[in-house]
């Protein structure tokens, strides 16, 4: 469950409101720069896992550090750009498994971020300036991350076939883009159901404005549930 807000309230509300149905609940770059590293405390103490979504993205010792840092946290997932390369990707996963073990945690996840499910193949070349297929350059990424030690990727169902050919079925992988039928499309390219997704391979499903924006958000909840239990079955 992504928890898109600047206030704290408003988070840990609809985490008391979503727990039972929700297994993690993300923190993005909006909540996190808006109420600090206390929000991460504040939904472990309610017996929540935390997906930390700051995405980082700079050299191999910086982001070493944050990596450290946020595993000292005892959030079980976060995440850094695959675009970085093998030297950043690398230290990050080493100076995570040093911040679980200082602090007496769990090493969290730690997953590469591929392609952002907001562009499609006309912007990712014509903006991003990478004149390759998509999937392509998942795939790409996703074996780059396995060789430098990350659990997993972050990356749109439309290539969970691929990363799982590329990288076998122990490789996590986290989906955002997912819409279930009766939700909008919102600012999301490369988009399934839920159901689809899970059936493609998916590991763990990031979803938010479908259940946040729902005037039932845990009814909604429960419906993208029953949606991947029906999938599973068929």
Not at 100 to 107: D, I, L, N, R, Y
Not at 159 to 181: D, H, M, Q, Y
Request: with cysteine; proline share 5%.
């Amino acid at each position: 469950m992504a928890l898109d807000f600047a206030s704290e309230e408003k988070a840990l509300a609809l985490v008391d409101a979503l727990r039972g149905e929700v297994g993690y609940f993300k923190v993005g770059m909006e909540l996190f720069y808006s109420t600090g590293p206390q929000i991460l405390q504040a939904i472990r103490a309610k017996g929540c896992q935390v997906f930390l979504d700051l995405k980082f993205h700079d050299i191999p010792n910086t982001v070493a550090g944050a990596a450290r840092a946020v595993a000292r946290y005892g959030v079980s997932m976060f995440n850094v750009h695959a675009a970085g390369g093998l030297a950043m990707l690398r230290q990050a996963a080493s100076a995570a498994q040093e911040g679980a073990q200082e602090a007496g945690c769990p090493k969290p996840l730690v997953i590469g971020v591929t392609v952002l499910t907001s562009l499609d193949q006309a912007s990712f070349e014509a903006e991003v300036g990478i004149r390759r297929d998509i999937g392509e350059q998942v795939v790409l990424w996703s074996t780059l991350a396995q060789s430098a030690g990350l659990d997993g990727v972050v990356a749109s169902p439309q290539e969970l076939p691929l990363i799982r050919k590329a990288c076998g079925s122990a490789f996590v992988t986290v989906i955002p883009g997912v819409r279930p039928i009766w939700a909008t499309k919102d600012d999301q390219k490369r988009i399934m159901t839920p159901g689809e997704a899970v059936k493609a391979g998916a590991d763990y499903l990031v979803i938010g404005r479908p259940i946040t924006r729902a005037s039932d958000p845990r009814e909604a909840a429960r419906l993208i549930i029953n949606e991947i239990e029906e999938a599973l079955q068929e």
